[in-house]
């Protein structure tokens, strides 16, 4: 026999606004994927890689300045190597804008787009059955739809479940990996010269987390079946990408049938390395004669990206995203 | 405990929660509601028909969860359609099939479905358990909802649907699955709900046991249409006077002094002789048998309005498929 009553009791508090139910909805979802274990694993290790990559700024931030831990450190280790921690010094103090700011851009620019964004397309796959197979195979889509919430509601609560995975996957460290190796640089201005890469990796990093979270979407409203939409999505990003690499020489418009391409794309006009690499080409005459090597079709590549196409394929594949949202997210 | 209606403004006591105009649903070829006209009083609602007659369609338009062909609804006074998210925060819905979110805990679920109704965490997790406890729930609401009976199912399903206090529930088919006691139970609890707690409830089944039960108001739908839409008290009332005797022996001497007072009169292949006497009470047939000296095994009166249109529509129904 329950101690407590009971009886129904009518409640006349406040209601929440809107967004606080999107939110509630939002916070499920990224709770309810993170009780993957294999998902808690890599984002742990997308965090360990952008401390590390913050540990690579600290060092390179250390190289630039006279007298510093690691450069006496390599004084006492090779004498040639404190010579050539003096030049970097030199280096400093007459180009800080492409010493500091360039190399953090060219950095991130290679670590965050090229690498560490693969596995925040990993997450987005492995998370995908959360977004909105399960709500579709389940019928919970029916009890969303019942509450006083709309279809637009709910697709931006797990619109927001998938950006928040990739925040926490690539967004999160890219910036945390920002703050850190400025904050241990030895000198405060790091973060002024270096701002023109923290702007990159918030610009691209939220392009880039809207356009897969939608893309994601679309692909978990697919079908209600996990295995089908989880195999999809990964099918689509490995061969899109096979396709992307075989089709570079023959059929060039064929690479856009890639996101992870169309995303690299936007990621080099935003980026702008090729930019980067000429800066430092016309300043600095030693890394000029080294980029003498560098073939032009690659350099043509860096600084002439063809970005307009990429967004037009990438507004195609949000198109159909939406298209498939809309005829398969219904109560029944 | 008070009822909702001492406690809630003007807008609330409105009698009529269900206004529907010449209603209609079509799905492809076929008219899933054809042309319903309703005016519906708050109470405990019985929604009656055979399995396909459109009652779930008809719940389904009213929350919105399917647009409507053509016609209008209001629930509670504001226009369906139109203010979707500001009904459904009065409303409570319990589908006919499971539809929890898989891999959640009983207590979690309701929490999340008071939460999307708006009721802040704290406030959402209290109820949450004191639904829980409403519905007799014990600590089974601490297992994953995968691993739950139909049963706990039917009950965790009520309580999401009145976890945020709704003023008036749509239970769609709320006993399906249930053995005769958890039905007992469940249907108790939705009588309380209008009885004692002043929610106003509308039960769709094809069971007219079920509503005969717990619900004062009854609305009869067959194809789409609808057939009745009366109280349980009138339609029981309205009868037509006819009976079934049960003889061992002596129809046919039954059926004489029946024609001399002449009231029609068959012999049913099952040896029955039905009476159609035209009186409301079996007193002048009791007064004709007590005359002539006949012992009836059994009389069964006519069946009353409320059985009879539940025939019809069933006959319909069938006619149909």
Known sequence: MPLHDISYQHWDGEHLGVWRRRWVIAWNGLTGCLQNRWLQYLVVLCWVAGLSLAAVLFAIGQLLVPDSIIVTWLGNLNPNLRSFAALLTSWLESHPQLSVGTTQNVLFFYSGVYILLRPAIFALGMALPHLVTRDLASNAIIVYSSKAVTRGDYLFGKFATAAGLVLLTWVGPMCAAWFLGNFLAPDWGFFWHARAALLHVLLFGIAATCILSALALGVSAISPKEKSTTALWFTWWVVGGFVALVAMQTRPWLQHLSFNYNLYQIGLAVFRPGGDLNSVQDNIPVFGEMLHNVPTRTLDALNNPPVWSSVGFLLLMLAAAAAIIRKRVKPE | ?321
């Open chain 2, 1 to 321: 405990m008070q009822r909702r209606d001492s406690q809630h403004g003007p807008a609330m006591q409105a009698s009529t929660v269900i206004e529907t105009s010449a209603l209609c649903k079509i799905y492809g070829k076929q008219r899933a509601l054809d042309g319903v006209n309703l005016k519906v009083e708050r109470g405990a609602i019985g929604l009656l028909g055979p399995n396909g007659a459109g009652k779930s369609t008809l719940m389904k338009c009213l929350l919105q969860l399917h647009p409507i062909t053509s016609g209008s609804a209001r629930l509670l006074g504001r226009e369906v359609g139109a203010e979707g998210r500001e009904i459904r925060k009065r409303v409570g819905y319990t589908p006919e099939q499971d539809c929890h979110i898989p891999g959640m805990v009983g207590c979690e679920y309701v929490t999340y479905c008071a939460q999307l109704c708006g009721l802040p965490f704290q406030a959402a997790r209290q109820r949450a358990h004191e639904m829980l406890d409403f519905v007799g729930m014990g600590q089974e609401r601490y297992r994953k909802i995968d691993t739950y009976s139909t049963g706990m199912k039917q009950r965790l399903k009520l309580a999401q649907a009145i976890v945020h206090d709704p003023e008036i529930v749509f239970l769609d088919e709320p006993t399906n699955g249930l053995d005769p006691k958890g039905q007992a139970q469940i249907l108790e609890l939705i009588h309380s709900l209008w009885r004692t707690y002043g929610i106003t409830v509308v039960v769709s089944s094809h069971l007219l046991h079920d509503v005969d039960r717990i619900c004062e108001q009854i609305i009869i739908i067959a194809r789409g249409q609808v057939l009745v839409h009366d109280t349980l008290a009138n339609l029981k009332a309205r009868r037509r006077g006819a009976a079934e005797v049960v003889l061992a022996e002596r129809q046919r001497e039954l059926m004489d002094a029946c024609a001399q007072r002449q009231w029609p009169s068959d012999l049913l292949p099952n040896g029955h002789v039905r009476v159609e006497h035209r009186a409301d009470s079996l007193n002048p047939l009791l007064g004709l048998l007590n005359e002539r000296k006949l012992e009836p095994l059994e009389i069964i009166p006519s069946p009353n309005a409320l059985e009879e249109t539940f025939v019809r529509a069933l006959e319909i129904s069938h006619a149909a498929a």
